[in-house]
Structure formats: structure tokens, C-alpha cells
């Protein structure tokens, strides 16, 4: 995997929110990569800069949020080793509009509202296959119902023609990402597919897109809050908190060896099903701070049960090698190498 | 769909009997009648009618006996097709109303046009451009649209109109037509006046309904369904005009309703002040005259059309909205 180059590069990635109130610095120097055909999860509490992270690959931020610095490089079809830098397009323009759903798809948050209450969800599939590939409306009809039938949709003849309100919430998600593969595109971004639904259509959604990122070839990003959902799902984590890349590594590596103290705060707090102790469930203490008064220097310090005084409250860590293909912005791997990349 | 629309039409006549009950009682509650009235205007003109003979005439129009009876009578003729005879005028009302009632009908679909050609475009701009100069600018034109009452719009257009250019914007025709028999050239009179008049009653409508449309869109905008169609790579402006703008136009639909009942109300001061030949003249005039079978008749006219409205814009309603229609 090191000698591969990436599909889709973040660098320093910087996104703030500009408010009569001041700066929201949601997103701040976030850095990652992902490969061809892998799943790359984002974890992180909710406010720490995922969603954002995501809509900037898009680059669908709303007003005042604004892309303030680093790069988002995405490798071409037909040329590997040239890249596109996202960042650097109009985000009106027809450069991004392609690259939109028909390069990099997006499968949102919420299935129940994600779709027009009045237009049939095949409409709706079918637009975004004519943005993306030179069809006329009976083929893309055509593309639409394989789409769906593809999802494991039964009877996609049929369903093509109702309303996203006539579905029920798996069947729903499962057209919303039938319209994100339907145009072809070599990576997913997947904001908290699951969230909105039960457990059971949870665990078959995510064999569904596990599946279908096997048979494309796609990479998936898939961002939750959800550790468990990332072990299951993703090669690679990066953890963030407060706009900021605490720890990235392999899968094994972030769950039977973190190297932050966020990352092992966090593993420590989730309760296991083997253990039977009556003891308390470990919690990270105090709460995340308000937005505009994000701390100095490292963002977790002040519940960071191992910062260094005069340290870690006044610097901001760089990302230290840890592993091998393992990161960590921590002081405590000052004596490390440091991530050049 | 075809039995919920039976079902909205048998129930017309029963509200018109209703209607007819409220609207009957309702005319007779001034004090006097027509022959009040109109020995009033002949003492006005200097001559005069001794009791003898108007109590006569009251035996004659059936004005001497109870309410209930006059309004049986009336009924009576009404389910015949007949509404009765026009004391002041001595015509036939059908033939008063039939005269008229195809400019009315008209005028209030010209300006309903209109008003919705001027508020969607507003809105959509207003919502999509929120606190810019032009939403500020269309909203001091609404509130000017609302506050102002429209027959002191109507004289002050009209007097702008002839001052500036000379043009006499009085009537819906020109002398020349007037009374003329229908041909290609009396419609394009028609058009060529009926403008200022539909525009003059849409103003305050489309005030209203552009803050509708603003207001319906702004909360659509903010729909994930528009993050989706942004990431499918739609332009911006597509995305805007298939998705939000259609659901925001929806509960506007439901407004037509109660619209129209408020273009002919509107339309009796203006078509009096403009010398508009439609039904609200008429009306005026049948009211302080107490006319009460052409008045009775009219209002009756009035409730019909607003009723019709109110199932159209139903009908309108379920054919827009797939949520509705599956129901």
C-alpha cells in the first residue's frame, strides 16, 4: 500500500466558519489519504469536523464556511499519477460538477429526508445518471432500475417509480446509495450511513456497500462517530476531535494499539460485552469546549489526563510516526520521527 | 380521485343553500326596502309617490309579505333558473349578471395571472438572494403593496398615466367599442385596457403570496434533499428551480382559495372608481338601492365562483402534490 499512490489526498485542510460571533475554526490542518479499494473510517464526537471534512472534498460547504487553506487532490481516471486540486476549482463551476457524484458520490446523513418528497425516487436516480454519462432518458431508465436491482432492491421495475415516503428506511437508504453508485464514481464519501436506521437493516446496509466496494473496486470514506461500525467496516482510521487529526492508523493498530491518550480515552470508554465488572464505565473527563474558545495548543489537552504542563497548552503537536503506517499529534512521541508527508 | 371529486361537487349545492339563507337575511337586515328607497330618489328629484301607491307597488314586488315567505319565493324561482327581476333596472337578473359576469371572470383570472407571474419570480429571487438589495427592495414594494389600499392605487395610476402620457385609462374599452358588437378588434381593446386594472388588483395579491414564496422557500433550502442533489453535481440554479421551487409553490397552491373570493371583493371599489363594467358596480349600486333580488343574486353569484375556486385549487393541490394524491 505505501508505494501506491493515493486516490484521494487531503492536505492541511483548513475550513472556517466566519460568524458575527467570530471564527469557527471547524476544520484545522487536516491531513489523510485514501487508496484504491480501501475504507478509510473518520471517527470522531459530533462537532469534531467530519462532516465538514466531507463537504469540503465535495466542496459543498454553505456560507460563512469557507476553505481557508490546504489542498484536496484527487488522482484522474486515466492518468493515476496526475491529480486534480479540488480546493483550487469554482465551486460553481462545471470542473467540480463532474467530479461531483460522478467521480467522488455522496451518501448523506438522513435517507428519510435525502430524496424530493415529490418527485419518484427513479427521477431522481435517473438525473444523476444524465449529469454524469451520455444517455438518453430510456437508457438511463434502464441504468436506474440495474442500479437498484443491484442494491438488492426487489422488484426495482416497480419501485423506480415511488416516493421516497412509500420506502421504508432500508429500502430508502438502499436508493439513496443506488443513486450514489449510479454514476459510476471510484470513491463513496459516507456520512453516518447508518445512524437513522435499526440495527438489523444496519448491519445488511453495511454488507451492501462492503459488497459493492469489492465488485467496483470503489474506496469508501466512511465517516461516523461509531467505533464499532469502524472496526467492521474500515482499513484505515482517522480519529479527529476538535477540527483536528489526533490519531490515523491501520484498523489493528488504532483498537489493540492507540497511541494518543484521545484515541485510548475513547477505547477505554466504550463497554464490552465479555466483561462482567461492576465497576463504572471509564468516561473522558469534562466536555468539549465551545467552538470559539477551542484551547491553545493541543485541543485535548485540558481532559488529557497526561498533558505536559507549559507543553502541550501552548504548542500545537505535529503528526509523530508511531507505527508503522501509525500517526499520533502527540508530545508524548516528540522523540519520534516526524510525518513529512 | 374521481369519487373525491364527486363527492366536493354534490356538496355545492347544499352550501349554496346555506349561502343563500346567510346572504338573503343578511340583505334584508338595513332598515326599509327598495321602495323606501326609491321614493326617497323621486322626493329627491322633486316628485312624488303618496303611501297609497307605493304600498301597491309593495304588494306587487311581494315585499309586503314575511321574510320567510319572500324567501321561499325567491328559492322557488332561483331552482328554476330565474333570479328574479331587477327592481331598479326592470331587467331580468340573469340577464344583469350574465351581462357582466364574463368580465368579471375575466378580469380576476387576468389579474390572478398576473399576480403569480410577479410573486414566484419575486419570492424565488428574494429567497435565493436573502438580505440583499433586492430582496430589501421587494420587500418595501410588498409592504407598499399590502398597506396601500388599491383604489387609491387605481386613481393615483390613473393619474400619473393621463398626466404623463395623456392616456385615459378609464372603462375597459375605448368610446369607440364600447358598444360595439364582440370582433377581433374590440378584444384587442380589451387587452389593450384590461392591464392596468388586473395589475392594479394583483399588487396587493402578489404582495401577500411573495412573502409566501419567500418565506417557503427559505425553509427549502435548507432541506438535506439539496446537499444530495449539490453532491450529484446539478448546477445550482437546476437544483433550485426542480426541487425547492416546486415544493414552495405547493402550499401556494392552497392559497387560491381564499384568493379569489378576496379578487372579486377587491374588485368592486376599483371597478367602481376605474368605471369597470363588471359585476361590482352592479353590486354597489343594488346594495345602496336595496335591489334586494339582483344584490341576493349576485352574492350568490360570488359564493358559486368561490366555491368552485376553493375545489379547484383542492383538485390543483392533489394533481401537484403526489403526497396528497396517494392519501
Known amino acids: ?341 | 380521485m374521481a369519487s373525491y371529486i364527486a363527492k366536493r361537487l354534490l356538496v355545492i349545492p347544499l352550501l349554496l343553500l346555506v349561502f343563500s339563507i346567510v346572504i338573503f337575511f343578511l340583505i334584508q337586515a338595513p332598515p326599509g326596502d327598495f321602495m323606501t328607497t326609491y321614493s326617497a330618489i323621486l322626493a329627491g328629484s322633486g316628485s312624488s309617490m303618496d303611501n297609497e301607491q307605493l304600498n301597491l307597488m309593495r304588494i306587487d314586488y311581494g315585499l309586503d309579505k314575511p321574510m320567510h315567505i319572500q324567501y321561499i319565493r325567491w328559492m322557488g324561482k332561483l331552482l328554476h333558473g330565474d333570479m328574479g327581476l331587477s327592481l331598479l333596472y326592470m331587467l331580468p337578473n340573469t340577464k344583469l349578471i350574465g351581462d357582466r359576469i364574463g368580465l368579471t371572470v375575466l378580469l380576476a383570472f387576468f389579474s390572478f395571472i398576473l399576480s403569480w407571474l410577479i410573486a414566484i419570480p419575486a419570492g424565488i429571487y428574494s429567497a435565493t438572494h436573502k438580505n440583499s438589495i433586492g430582496d430589501y427592495f421587494f420587500t418595501v414594494i410588498n409592504y407598499i403593496g399590502v398597506a396601500i389600499p388599491n383604489f387609491f392605487l387605481a386613481l393615483l395610476l390613473m393619474w400619473i398615466c393621463y398626466d404623463l402620457w395623456g392616456l385615459n385609462l378609464v372603462g375597459l374599452f375605448s368610446p369607440k367599442y364600447e358598444m360595439a358588437p364582440w370582433s377581433w378588434a374590440k378584444v384587442g381593446d380589451l387587452l389593450s385596457h384590461i392591464w392596468l386594472p388586473s395589475l392594479i388588483l394583483a399588487l396587493g395579491g402578489s404582495a401577500r403570496l411573495t412573502r409566501i414564496m419567500r418565506a417557503n422557500l427559505l425553509d427549502e433550502l435548507g432541506k438535506p434533499y439539496m446537499i444530495t442533489g449539490r453532491a450529484k453535481g446539478m448546477s445550482e440554479w437546476a437544483l433550485v428551480m426542480k426541487y425547492p421551487v416546486r415544493l414552495a409553490i405547493n402550499p401556494l397552491v392552497s392559497t387560491i382559495g381564499n384568493y379569489i373570493p378576496q379578487l372579486f371583493s377587491g374588485s368592486l371599489v376599483v371597478a367602481t372608481v376605474m368605471n369597470l363594467q363588471n359585476i361590482g358596480p352592479l353590486l354597489l349600486q343594488a346594495l345602496s338601492m336595496q335591489d334586494m333580488y339582483l344584490s341576493g343574486s349576485i352574492l350568490l353569484v360570488y359564493c358559486l365562483l368561490a366555491i368552485i375556486g376553493t375545489i379547484l385549487s383542492d383538485m390543483l393541490l392533489v394533481w401537484v402534490d403526489p403526497r396528497i394524491r396517494m392519501e
Open chain 1, 1 to 341: 500500500m505505501t508505494d501506491q499512490k493515493p486516490l484521494l489526498s487531503v492536505r492541511d485542510l483548513q475550513v472556517y466558519f466566519h460568524l458575527d460571533e467570530g471564527i469557527v475554526k471547524s476544520v484545522d490542518g487536516v491531513s489523510f489519504d485514501a487508496y484504491k479499494g480501501q475504507v478509510l473510517g473518520i471517527v470522531g464526537e459530533s462537532g469534531c469536523g467530519k462532516s465538514v471534512t466531507m463537504k469540503s472534498i465535495l466542496r459543498i460547504v454553505e456560507p460563512p464556511g469557507r476553505i481557508m487553506g490546504g489542498q484536496v487532490l484527487l488522482s484522474k481516471r486515466d492518468h493515476p499519477d496526475e491529480y486534480l486540486d479540488l480546493t483550487a476549482m469554482n465551486e460553481k463551476g462545471k470542473e467540480i460538477r463532474a467530479v461531483r457524484g460522478g467521480e467522488i458520490a455522496l451518501i448523506p446523513q438522513e435517507p428519510m429526508a435525502a430524496f424530493s418528497p415529490v418527485h419518484t425516487i427513479g427521477n431522481q436516480i435517473m438525473e444523476a445518471i444524465m449529469l454524469h454519462c451520455n444517455v438518453n432518458k430510456n437508457e438511463a431508465r434502464e441504468i436506474c432500475v440495474q442500479s437498484l436491482k443491484s442494491v438488492g432492491m426487489s422488484m426495482p421495475e416497480k419501485r423506480v417509480d415511488s416516493y421516497s415516503w412509500q420506502l421504508s428506511g432500508g429500502l430508502r437508504q438502499r436508493a439513496i446509495i443506488a443513486m450514489a453508485i449510479a454514476g459510476n464514481p471510484r470513491l463513496l464519501v459516507a456520512d453516518e450511513p447508518t445512524t437513522a436506521i435499526d440495527v438489523t437493516t444496519q448491519a445488511q446496509i453495511l454488507r451492501l456497500l462492503k459488497d459493492l466496494q469489492r465488485q467496483r473496486e470503489m474506496s469508501i470514506l466512511f465517516i461516523t462517530h461509531d467505533l464499532g461500525v469502524i472496526a467492521q467496516m474500515a482499513q484505515y482510521v482517522v480519529v479527529m476531535y476538535l477540527g483536528r487529526v489526533m490519531e490515523k492508523g491501520p484498523v489493528d493498530a488504532i483498537f489493540h494499539n492507540p497511541k494518543h491518550p484521545y484515541t485510548q480515552a475513547l477505547l477505554r470508554s466504550i463497554p464490552s460485552a465479555q466483561k462482567t465488572t461492576k465497576t463504572k464505565l471509564p468516561t473522558i473527563t469534562g466536555s468539549i469546549p465551545h467552538p470559539f474558545n477551542k484551547p491553545k495548543g493541543c485541543p485535548f489537552h485540558p481532559r488529557c489526563i497526561d498533558a505536559i504542563k507549559g507543553k502541550c497548552d501552548v504548542e500545537l503537536p505535529v503528526e509523530y510516526i508511531v507505527g508503522d503506517q501509525q500517526f499520533a499529534s502527540c508530545f508524548r512521541y516528540e522523540k519520534n520521527e516526524v510525518n513529512n508527508r
